[in-house]
């Protein structure tokens, strides 16, 4: 039986002061931890996983919280609005409308810049 000695590298996604820890399920901008549901995380960690690109809430109903009620598009809203409320301050703007279709992820502002933990 081989054992490796190396640990496995955290998934980290960073947007300039933006960090989401897949692995430990935390956020955390500019070094104060935000608490965030697991919904609201896993809406967060969707979107910045598709960086750039537009979302529709049906796919972020679907695949981000893993839902198929027609219903449920109004629970995207109110959870993306309140994930905006605890990041978006101070001139940052990370998540966008995309009209009435859906949400788009992109930093902008003072943390522009997305790097991955190597």
Known sequence: MVE?????????????DLTIDLDRYRVSLADRRIILSYRE??????????SGQAVSKRQLLEEGL???DPGGLR???EHIRHIKSL???????????????????????PTTAWSPVT
């Open 87 to 109: 990041l978006e301050r101070e001139g940052r703007t990370f998540i966008h409308a995309n009209g009435d279709a859906g949400y788009r992820f992109e930093a902008v502002g």
């Open 4 to 16: 490796s000695s190396m640990a496995a590298e955290p998934l980290i996604l960073r947007f300039g």
């Open 66 to 68: 893993g839902r198929h």
């Open 75 to 77: 629970v995207v809203d």
């Open 41 to 50: 995380y896993a809406l967060l960690a969707y979107l910045a996983g598709k």
